[in-house]
Protein backbone atom coordinates (compact mmCIF):
# COMPACT_ATOMS: atom_id res chain seq x y z
CA UNK A 1 0.00 0.00 0.00
CA UNK A 2 2.89 2.30 1.01
CA UNK A 3 4.76 1.71 -2.66
CA UNK A 4 1.40 2.48 -4.27
CA UNK A 5 0.33 5.41 -2.37
CA UNK A 6 3.59 6.72 -3.10
CA UNK A 7 3.65 6.18 -6.97
CA UNK A 8 -0.11 7.78 -7.48
CA UNK A 9 1.10 11.01 -5.09
CA UNK A 10 3.84 11.42 -7.42
CA UNK A 11 2.41 10.76 -10.73
CA UNK A 12 -0.94 13.09 -9.81
CA UNK A 13 0.90 15.76 -7.87
CA UNK A 14 4.58 16.05 -9.44
CA UNK A 15 5.77 15.37 -5.81
CA UNK A 16 9.70 15.31 -6.54
CA UNK A 17 10.51 15.98 -2.36
CA UNK A 18 12.63 14.05 -0.87
CA UNK A 19 10.63 13.32 2.07
CA UNK A 20 9.04 10.99 -0.50
CA UNK A 21 12.34 9.26 -1.77
CA UNK A 22 13.34 5.89 -1.20
CA UNK A 23 16.82 5.19 -0.44
CA UNK A 24 18.75 2.17 -1.66
CA UNK A 25 20.21 0.98 0.69
CA UNK A 26 16.80 1.27 3.29
CA UNK A 27 15.36 -0.86 0.28
CA UNK A 28 17.60 -4.00 -0.20
CA UNK A 29 18.21 -4.64 3.39
CA UNK A 30 14.51 -5.38 4.10
CA UNK A 31 14.79 -7.07 0.91
CA UNK A 32 17.94 -9.17 0.69
CA UNK A 33 15.90 -12.40 2.59
CA UNK A 34 13.62 -12.31 0.13
CA UNK A 35 13.66 -15.18 -3.16
CA UNK A 36 14.09 -14.42 -6.21
CA UNK A 37 10.16 -13.54 -7.57
CA UNK A 38 9.80 -10.80 -4.17
CA UNK A 39 13.27 -9.01 -5.20
CA UNK A 40 12.03 -8.65 -9.00
CA UNK A 41 8.72 -7.25 -7.95
CA UNK A 42 10.71 -5.39 -5.04
CA UNK A 43 12.86 -3.55 -7.78
CA UNK A 44 10.18 -3.19 -9.95
CA UNK A 45 8.04 -1.17 -7.55
CA UNK A 46 10.75 0.75 -6.20
CA UNK A 47 11.19 1.69 -10.55
CA UNK A 48 7.83 3.47 -9.92
CA UNK A 49 8.79 5.90 -7.13
CA UNK A 50 9.50 9.81 -8.28
CA UNK A 51 12.59 10.33 -6.46
CA UNK A 52 15.39 7.34 -5.27
CA UNK A 53 18.63 7.74 -3.66
CA UNK A 54 22.10 6.33 -2.67
CA UNK A 55 23.81 6.65 0.99
CA UNK A 56 27.21 6.25 0.77
CA UNK A 57 28.97 4.58 4.16
CA UNK A 58 31.98 6.25 5.35
CA UNK A 59 33.96 3.06 4.35
CA UNK A 60 32.97 3.76 0.55
CA UNK A 61 34.07 7.54 0.79
CA UNK A 62 37.53 8.79 -0.32
CA UNK A 63 36.84 12.10 0.58
CA UNK A 64 34.78 13.92 3.02
CA UNK A 65 34.16 17.16 1.57
CA UNK A 66 30.72 15.96 -0.60
CA UNK A 67 27.56 14.95 0.35
CA UNK A 68 27.16 11.14 1.38
CA UNK A 69 23.39 11.16 -0.52
CA UNK A 70 22.79 11.52 -3.80
CA UNK A 71 19.05 11.76 -4.98
CA UNK A 72 17.55 11.40 -8.32
CA UNK A 73 14.19 12.02 -10.15
CA UNK A 74 12.63 9.26 -12.34
CA UNK A 75 11.16 10.20 -15.16
CA UNK A 76 8.37 7.19 -15.09
CA UNK A 77 6.42 8.51 -17.75
CA UNK A 78 9.23 8.67 -20.15
CA UNK A 79 9.56 4.70 -20.29
CA UNK A 80 7.32 4.29 -23.12
CA UNK A 81 10.07 6.42 -25.24
CA UNK A 82 12.69 5.28 -23.85
CA UNK A 83 14.72 3.06 -21.50
CA UNK A 84 16.65 6.21 -19.56
CA UNK A 85 14.05 7.13 -17.30
CA UNK A 86 14.57 5.03 -14.25
CA UNK A 87 17.10 3.37 -12.30
CA UNK A 88 17.58 0.06 -12.98
CA UNK A 89 19.09 -2.41 -10.74
CA UNK A 90 22.41 -2.71 -12.26
CA UNK A 91 22.95 0.21 -12.06
CA UNK A 92 23.03 -0.30 -7.88
CA UNK A 93 25.05 -3.39 -8.20
CA UNK A 94 27.81 -2.01 -10.53
CA UNK A 95 27.93 0.72 -7.86
CA UNK A 96 28.24 -1.14 -5.41
CA UNK A 97 30.85 -3.30 -7.39
CA UNK A 98 33.49 -0.18 -8.41
CA UNK A 99 32.63 1.07 -4.28
CA UNK A 100 34.40 -1.47 -2.94
CA UNK A 101 37.22 -1.85 -5.20
CA UNK A 102 38.00 1.00 -3.40
CA UNK A 103 40.66 2.27 -5.88
CA UNK A 104 41.11 5.56 -7.80
CA UNK A 105 39.59 5.05 -11.36
CA UNK A 106 40.52 8.51 -12.91
CA UNK A 107 38.82 9.83 -15.82
CA UNK A 108 35.63 8.25 -16.19
CA UNK A 109 32.67 7.71 -19.28
CA UNK A 110 29.70 6.14 -18.60
CA UNK A 111 27.47 5.15 -21.56
CA UNK A 112 23.82 5.28 -21.36
CA UNK A 113 23.67 7.30 -18.10
CA UNK A 114 19.58 7.27 -17.67
CA UNK A 115 19.19 9.62 -14.63
CA UNK A 116 22.61 9.85 -13.53
CA UNK A 117 22.43 7.91 -10.11
CA UNK A 118 25.53 5.60 -10.73
CA UNK A 119 27.54 8.78 -12.35
CA UNK A 120 26.87 11.05 -9.63
CA UNK A 121 27.43 8.90 -6.42
CA UNK A 122 30.95 7.92 -8.05
CA UNK A 123 31.51 11.57 -8.30
CA UNK A 124 30.66 12.16 -4.87
CA UNK A 125 32.47 8.95 -3.43
CA UNK A 126 36.16 10.58 -4.30
CA UNK A 127 37.24 7.86 -6.09
CA UNK A 128 37.46 9.33 -9.49
CA UNK A 129 38.39 12.66 -11.73
CA UNK A 130 35.88 13.39 -13.12
CA UNK A 131 33.33 11.86 -15.13
CA UNK A 132 31.22 12.57 -18.14
CA UNK A 133 27.70 11.03 -18.34
CA UNK A 134 26.38 10.21 -21.72
CA UNK A 135 22.55 10.07 -23.31
CA UNK A 136 20.22 10.34 -26.08
CA UNK A 137 18.98 13.62 -26.95
CA UNK A 138 15.37 12.93 -25.05
CA UNK A 139 17.29 11.53 -21.89
CA UNK A 140 19.17 14.58 -21.54
CA UNK A 141 17.19 17.08 -19.94
CA UNK A 142 16.42 14.63 -16.76
CA UNK A 143 20.22 13.92 -16.54
CA UNK A 144 20.88 17.54 -16.85
CA UNK A 145 18.08 18.28 -13.95
CA UNK A 146 19.57 15.66 -11.65
CA UNK A 147 22.55 17.00 -11.61
CA UNK A 148 21.93 20.08 -10.58
CA UNK A 149 20.22 19.17 -7.92
CA UNK A 150 23.38 18.05 -6.29
CA UNK A 151 25.57 21.09 -6.42
CA UNK A 152 28.21 19.73 -4.32
CA UNK A 153 29.25 17.63 -7.27
CA UNK A 154 29.08 19.59 -10.63
CA UNK A 155 32.54 20.33 -10.58
CA UNK A 156 33.46 16.62 -11.18
CA UNK A 157 30.38 15.82 -13.39
CA UNK A 158 28.91 16.97 -16.44
CA UNK A 159 26.50 16.13 -19.28
CA UNK A 160 26.89 15.13 -23.03
CA UNK A 161 25.06 13.73 -25.75
CA UNK A 162 26.64 10.54 -27.25
CA UNK A 163 24.78 8.43 -29.99
CA UNK A 164 26.41 5.58 -30.46
CA UNK A 165 25.74 5.69 -34.03
CA UNK A 166 27.64 8.58 -34.83
CA UNK A 167 30.18 8.81 -32.10
CA UNK A 168 32.53 10.58 -33.98
CA UNK A 169 29.98 13.49 -34.41
CA UNK A 170 29.63 13.74 -30.43
CA UNK A 171 33.13 13.52 -29.97
CA UNK A 172 34.00 17.30 -28.95
CA UNK A 173 34.57 19.21 -25.82
CA UNK A 174 34.71 16.73 -22.68
CA UNK A 175 34.16 13.62 -25.53
CA UNK A 176 37.69 13.07 -26.18
CA UNK A 177 38.78 10.23 -28.16
CA UNK A 178 40.99 7.94 -26.33
CA UNK A 179 40.98 9.95 -23.30
CA UNK A 180 39.20 7.87 -21.01
CA UNK A 181 40.39 5.53 -17.93
CA UNK A 182 37.21 4.09 -17.08
CA UNK A 183 34.13 3.38 -18.86
CA UNK A 184 31.13 1.99 -17.36
CA UNK A 185 27.26 1.21 -18.39
CA UNK A 186 24.62 -0.70 -17.05
CA UNK A 187 22.10 -2.22 -19.15
CA UNK A 188 23.16 -1.30 -22.33
CA UNK A 189 22.79 -4.31 -24.63
CA UNK A 190 19.53 -4.47 -25.48
CA UNK A 191 19.59 -4.57 -29.53
CA UNK A 192 21.60 -6.37 -31.79
CA UNK A 193 21.56 -3.58 -34.04
CA UNK A 194 23.96 -1.33 -31.52
CA UNK A 195 26.02 -4.07 -30.29
CA UNK A 196 28.59 -2.98 -32.89
CA UNK A 197 28.16 0.59 -32.84
CA UNK A 198 28.41 0.23 -28.96
CA UNK A 199 31.55 -1.83 -29.31
CA UNK A 200 33.28 0.83 -31.26
CA UNK A 201 31.96 3.88 -29.63
CA UNK A 202 34.30 2.15 -26.68
CA UNK A 203 37.25 1.28 -28.58
CA UNK A 204 37.11 4.75 -29.61
CA UNK A 205 36.64 6.44 -26.25
CA UNK A 206 39.61 4.55 -24.93
CA UNK A 207 43.05 4.11 -24.51
CA UNK A 208 45.57 1.19 -24.27
CA UNK A 209 45.25 0.87 -20.51
CA UNK A 210 41.38 1.46 -20.14
CA UNK A 211 39.25 -0.62 -17.91
CA UNK A 212 35.49 -0.93 -18.97
CA UNK A 213 33.11 -2.31 -16.94
CA UNK A 214 29.46 -3.50 -17.86
CA UNK A 215 26.49 -4.59 -15.72
CA UNK A 216 23.96 -6.46 -17.68
CA UNK A 217 20.60 -8.29 -17.49
CA UNK A 218 19.33 -10.28 -20.51
CA UNK A 219 17.12 -8.36 -22.15
CA UNK A 220 17.13 -9.72 -25.75
CA UNK A 221 19.02 -12.67 -25.74
CA UNK A 222 20.16 -12.55 -29.18
CA UNK A 223 22.01 -9.13 -28.49
CA UNK A 224 24.08 -10.52 -25.51
CA UNK A 225 25.05 -13.20 -27.72
CA UNK A 226 26.22 -11.62 -30.57
CA UNK A 227 28.70 -9.05 -28.10
CA UNK A 228 29.86 -11.72 -26.29
CA UNK A 229 31.01 -13.20 -29.85
CA UNK A 230 32.26 -10.00 -31.28
CA UNK A 231 33.84 -8.01 -28.31
CA UNK A 232 37.53 -9.95 -29.51
CA UNK A 233 37.04 -8.74 -32.86
CA UNK A 234 36.67 -5.32 -31.88
CA UNK A 235 40.38 -5.90 -29.68
CA UNK A 236 38.61 -6.12 -25.96
CA UNK A 237 39.41 -9.04 -23.28
CA UNK A 238 36.34 -9.83 -22.31
CA UNK A 239 36.08 -11.55 -18.61
CA UNK A 240 33.00 -12.67 -16.75
CA UNK A 241 33.23 -11.84 -13.48
CA UNK A 242 29.92 -12.37 -12.23
CA UNK A 243 31.12 -14.70 -9.63
CA UNK A 244 33.07 -12.20 -7.82
CA UNK A 245 29.61 -10.47 -6.74
CA UNK A 246 29.02 -13.00 -4.59
CA UNK A 247 32.03 -11.35 -2.02
CA UNK A 248 30.42 -8.23 -1.80
CA UNK A 249 28.25 -7.10 0.81
CA UNK A 250 24.45 -6.75 -0.34
CA UNK A 251 25.64 -8.07 -3.97
CA UNK A 252 24.79 -11.53 -3.94
CA UNK A 253 21.19 -10.72 -4.89
CA UNK A 254 22.77 -9.50 -8.48
CA UNK A 255 23.42 -13.50 -9.64
CA UNK A 256 19.73 -14.56 -8.17
CA UNK A 257 18.33 -12.05 -10.48
CA UNK A 258 20.45 -12.58 -13.55
CA UNK A 259 23.07 -10.08 -13.79
CA UNK A 260 26.20 -10.09 -15.44
CA UNK A 261 29.04 -8.36 -14.92
CA UNK A 262 31.32 -7.81 -17.63
CA UNK A 263 35.38 -6.51 -17.49
CA UNK A 264 36.47 -5.43 -20.74
CA UNK A 265 40.25 -4.55 -21.30
CA UNK A 266 42.38 -3.73 -25.06
CA UNK A 267 44.23 -5.98 -26.59
CA UNK A 268 47.64 -4.78 -27.15
CA UNK A 269 48.83 -7.04 -30.08
CA UNK A 270 52.09 -9.01 -29.47
CA UNK A 271 54.91 -8.44 -31.77
CA UNK A 272 56.55 -12.23 -32.42
CA UNK A 273 60.02 -12.26 -33.68
CA UNK A 274 59.04 -13.84 -37.49
CA UNK A 275 56.11 -10.72 -37.26
CA UNK A 276 59.61 -8.35 -36.48
CA UNK A 277 61.49 -10.38 -39.54
CA UNK A 278 58.78 -10.22 -41.96
CA UNK A 279 58.43 -6.47 -41.26
CA UNK A 280 60.60 -4.41 -44.04
CA UNK A 281 60.98 -1.65 -42.00
CA UNK A 282 62.26 -3.61 -38.85
CA UNK A 283 64.89 -4.66 -41.74
CA UNK A 284 66.06 -1.53 -42.38
CA UNK A 285 66.70 -0.34 -38.88
CA UNK A 286 68.79 -3.45 -37.96
CA UNK A 287 70.26 -2.79 -41.28
CA UNK A 288 70.88 1.15 -40.87
CA UNK A 289 72.39 0.22 -37.40
CA UNK A 290 74.12 -2.42 -38.64
CA UNK A 291 75.92 0.15 -41.05
CA UNK A 292 76.51 2.93 -38.29
CA UNK A 293 78.40 -0.26 -36.43
CA UNK A 294 80.70 -0.95 -39.19
CA UNK A 295 81.69 2.29 -39.61
CA UNK A 296 81.81 3.40 -36.64
CA UNK A 297 84.94 0.03 -36.45
CA UNK A 298 86.16 1.56 -39.66
CA UNK A 299 86.90 5.22 -38.17
CA UNK A 300 88.76 3.06 -34.74
CA UNK A 301 90.88 1.16 -36.97
CA UNK A 302 92.55 4.06 -38.89
Known amino acids: LLWYTLFIL ?3 TGMTSKDCARLFQDFITSEKECN ?13 VSVVGYRLSAEQCK ?3 YSRTIYVKQDVSAC ?5 GIVWETSYLLLNYLLQLRKEHGRVL ?8 LGQVLAASGWIKSIVM ?8 NLHSNLRQNPSILRK ?21 HSFDTIIGTDVVFSPCLVR ?7 YMSHKDSVVYLCLQIRCEDSHKLFLKKAESYGWKLQDISQDLVRIPDCSWGLAIGCFLLKLTPVVPKITRDAKLCNPNTNNKRKNSNDSTNGRSKLRKK
Open 36 to 48: DDSLSLAFFELAN
Open 110 to 117: EVGAGCGL
Open 80 to 84: GNHTG
Open 134 to 141: TEMEDVIP
Open 197 to 203: PLLKTLQ
Open 157 to 177: CSVHKLDWLDYKKDAVNALKK
Open 10 to 12: ART
Open 63 to 65: KER
